[in-house]
């Protein structure tokens, strides 16, 4: 037995020899910030599990995720998907738990959350529960990897679902492209095999029935040796570890095999090869694609990163602001793409304007010179001692994540890394080693080049199989292999300077000050701050939020394409400035939303009054040519006709969002405006919009009250000096008082239909919210396990609780690839009857743990100084100046009873949709009625004859 303790103490790892000899090792790294409070431990269990375990005393929510290696070679009889179909098939019983859903429902009524997926090699579960329900969660966890039933009955009911799944991404362009893009590598590859699964790929076949395949595949695979599993708990690390002994040692040891000798990612002689990939969205991306070496055995000095971030800079004179400034780039990235044990990609991918399109040859010439610049030039110490100082820094003040999130991330990373190294393997950068890092450029060539177009409108000559997806594969014309060999130079291509954002100052600010939350302070009248002076969470970090608000911004469908393009305009200019600052830990968000623009700058607090004189700069002054007015319309236009070819059930919300808020308009009539204006519009437009206004900001964190005033008065002199303020009410919504029981239709360009039904609460009170709130709690898994599980209506099958501005809701999903919109519906209406009956059964121990689930959800602690300035913002958004609406939402739900729900039930059934909106959309593969009874036939006249909820403070 190994059992390690890896605890915040940075300067050792103490390993356990035997049950209670502890023995300091000397040689281990760094394994935990010193913002981090959990403790870490780590064993070994006697078939060859390992364990990662994580205490934290503090936590509310336990989690645990177990990752397991399925390796690389193929599935049983050659069926592809069976790795994925068997991931859906262990949530359907156990030898202990047989109910198909109980898992769910059991994680789901205990405040938690759960799911699985499946990659090329690995496979993942994980859930997150109510810390004090950990024990119980685990009994059901570990029955999938030492006895599921894999219910042969079941196997048809979840091939549906599957094939349901593999249908909804047809017309997704990111699983398009890459199904295209495979088809350049090595057939023999894994990479290369539709990993998804389909009714036919799964099918029962002669002499080979897909259960034998299904129980042959968990033999081969699911054993102890393969598995990594992380646990997150409250209890101390000897609880944890033998609450993991007890359920996990009996998961197989199973017999270990020779794996298949590795397969190049590319054959022999196939690059350069040239591919054109015709995507659905009106995307146009260009990507170059070298297969190089495995960066895993390479982590502690990541030669690979350095390189990446040298050729992804956005700064002055990098490869992006060059190509941009030539009117041929929306955006670039640059780094690893595939990594495998032995073979990998390092990729630089253009987001391409469609002008960009017509200069391929030279905007290689542009990448191939910055190779070369940063081979010859830019391998130096000065610049990994940079990369490396930040990435101390970020490890050192990170902020906690989610323990669903942790527990994943250990779970797959010792799959990858020694134990030591599990949390600080990311950050670590121990020397540069100059001959990596030449490796990896020699091999950034044109003949080792697999160069990837995804652009609309060009000669393609083959179809995938599976996705349709039309695409072309040649070599790499040799005129561009010649002119990229040796590319001309490019004199404003430059390399990166020292990062002038990099913090000194991390000390934490001592304040009197120190509130139960934020307090206001006027600056002046329509302008407030509020502040905060937080350290919770012992990080020299702070929020800055600032809200802008116009009636200029939102009043008609002109004013919002204005006001988008305008915040566009200023996020341009600001990109090559504020970069560094981004890869310094300051991060800026500038958007636009219903009533102006916010701005939020977080992260480190030392250089933020430095990153907010350049975003204030760029706002007051915003540079307005025809040239980059012309190129961001173009991209807002691409923006608003690709919401239009987005996911079914997302555009279908959309649509339905529409019905219910004012001023909202559909992507279709914001092109038509945004094709009409002009440069001289939007080159008054700023002032116009500052003309009048209304302003909050929000300073949360370490910084001082001095401090927070002296930001608010320079956000206040730059911006809002000229204007006046007024009143900006927030957008209201429609009241359906009686007046629903309407119906939407709408066609989709997917395959698939989508049905949705939306009920509004009777009234906008606290009661009413924490009763549907409750409603979604409990029903939640029963719609799922009933429309998706036994019906196999679909894939994306949900219901939820959906307050739109504080006004309560609930909404029911489907997404379906072979039933109509109305089928749909009748489902729904058979299921709530049905449930409603169940429901007056239910026992109060389980309406109660129904309950408390969702109250750990509502009161769970803030993890990160970021979350909880989001809270606080959302209070000042909605007026809840006590910033009480968790408190007074958790008592309005502990004072639901089980009468209170049926009353809601029966309300739902009897009363013909009083309070209903449907959208019904139908995709390729369904027929459209020309009408239905209450048609609404388009939002504004529909809007027109109804009242509305009016704004309120909370």
Known sequence: MRFSRIGPCLSCLWVLFGLLTWVPTATASILSSESDHRTYGALVLGNGLRVVLVSDSTTDKAAASLDLDVGSGSDPNDREGLAHLLEHMLFLGTDRYPTAGEYQEFIRSRGGNHNAYTSVDHTNYYFDIEASHLAGALDRFARFFVAPTLDSQLIASERSVVHAEYSSKQEADGRRIWVARRQALDSAHPQAGFAVGSEETLADRPGDRV???????????????????????????????????????????????????????????????????????????????????????????????????????????????????????????????????????????????????????????????????????????????????LAKMQFRFQEAVEPITLTRALAARWHEYPLEDLLYANYRYDELVKTQVIDYLSRMTPENLHLLLVAPGQETDQVDRWYGVRYRLTKLPEAWTAAWRVPPHVTALSLPVMNPFVPNDFSL?????????????????????????????????????????????????????????????????????????????????????RRGFSLRIEGFNDRQAQLLEAILQGLAEPVIEPARFERLREDLLIRLRNRQRGDPSHRAM??????????????????????????????????????????????????????????????????????????VPRNRVVRLDGNGGLTRLMSLDHRDAVAVRYRQGADRSVAERARLLMLGQVIGSAFYDRLRTQQKLGYVVFSTAMPLMEVPGMVFVVQSPNHEPAAIQMAIDEFLADFMEEFEGISPGEFEQHRQGLLSQLLRSDQQLTERSDYYWRELDREAYRFDTRSRLAGAIRAVTPADLAKVLRAMREDEGAREIRVNAYGSGHSRPTTVAREIKDAVSFRQDLSWYEVNSQ
């Open 654 to 727: 959309g649509v339905l969002h529409r019905l219910l808020l004012e001023r909202s308009w559909p992507p279709a009539e914001l092109v038509t405006v945004a094709k009409a204006i002009t440069i001289e519009e939007m080159k008054v437009f700023p002032d116009r919009f500052f003309s009048e206004t209304n302003a909050v900001m929000l300073a949360h964190g370490n910084i001082s009250r001095p401090e927070a005033r002296a930001v608010a008065r320079q956000f206040s002199s730059r911006l809002l000096a000229a204007g006046k303020r007024v009143d």
């Open 509 to 593: 600010r001592e304040s009197p000050d120190t509130t139960p939350h934020p307090v206001r302070i006027v600056i002046e009248p329509g302008f407030d701050l509020w502040f905060d002076h937080d350290l919770g969470f012992g990080l020299p970090h702070s929020s800055l939020y600032f809200s802008v608000r116009s009636p200029q911004a939102r009043g008609n469908a002109r004013q919002s394409v204005l006001t988008e393009l305008y915040i566009a305009l200023v996020n341009d200019t600001l990109s090559e400035l504020t970069y560094p600052a981004f890869l310094a830990g300051g991060d800026f968000k500038l958007y636009a939303h």
């Open 211 to 389: 259960a034998d395949d299904l129980q042959a595949f968990y033999l081969q695979h699911y054993h102890a040796g393969r598995m990594v599993l992380a646990v997150l708990g409250k209890e101390p690390l000897k609880d944890l570890e033998e609450m993991v002994r007890a359920r996990f040692d009996e998961v197989p040891v199973g017999t270990s095999r020779a794996l298949p000798d590795p397969v190049a990612l590319y054959a022999t002689d196939t690059v350069p090869v040239w591919q054109i990939v015709e995507p659905k969205k009106e995307l146009r991306q260009l990507s170059f694609i070298f297969p190089v070496p495995s960066i895993r055995k390479l982590y502690a000095t990541k030669p690979l990163s350095y390189v990446a971030n040298l050729l992804g800079h956005e700064g002055p004179g990098s490869l992006f602001t060059v190509l941009k400034a030539k009117g041929w780039a929306e955006n670039l990235s640059a780094g690893s793409g595939m990594v495998r044990d032995v073979e990998g990609t390092f990729e630089i991918s253009i987001g391409l304007t469609p002008t960009g399109l017509d200069h391929i040859e030279s905007i290689g010439e542009m990448v191939f010179d910055a190779i070369r610049r940063v081979r010859d030039h830019g391998i130096d110490a000065w610049r990994y001692a940079e990369q490396k100082q």
